[in-house]
């Protein structure tokens, strides 16, 4: 998983935060209308649409990995290694798993 897919996660994550904001502001009625019509919706849905192919690959190869009940270690392991220290960057967190 690249930073910039961590970059446009966190973007995508942001950009939910502030459409809540929007919905608990203003009703729900029409919301979708204007939400797509915020810059910062509209990126965060674009950037999801170009990162879809690299997600779908990324998730079908961890998923070939073997990970019976309680024996998911190698699939762990795998995770961690194709996985940023970035990944919750959105949330604040950069720490890695161990």
């Not at 915020?38 to 674009?46: E, H, K």
């Not at 079908?60 to 961690?80: N, T, V």
């Amino acid at each position: 998983m690249s930073s910039r897919w961590s970059v446009r996660l966190g973007v995508v994550l942001v950009s939910l935060a502030a459409a809540s904001s929007i919905v608990a502001q203003e009703g729900a009625s029409d919301v979708g209308t204007r939400l797509l019509a915020d810059p910062a919706v509209r990126a965060a849905l674009d950037a999801a649409k170009a990162g879809e192919p690299q997600l779908l690959h990324d998730q079908a190869r961890i998923c070939a990995i073997p990970a019976p009940p309680f024996g998911e270690g190698e699939r762990a392991k795998e995770l961690r290694r194709s996985s940023p220290s970035s990944v919750c960057a959105a949330c604040g967190s950069t720490r890695r798993a161990t």
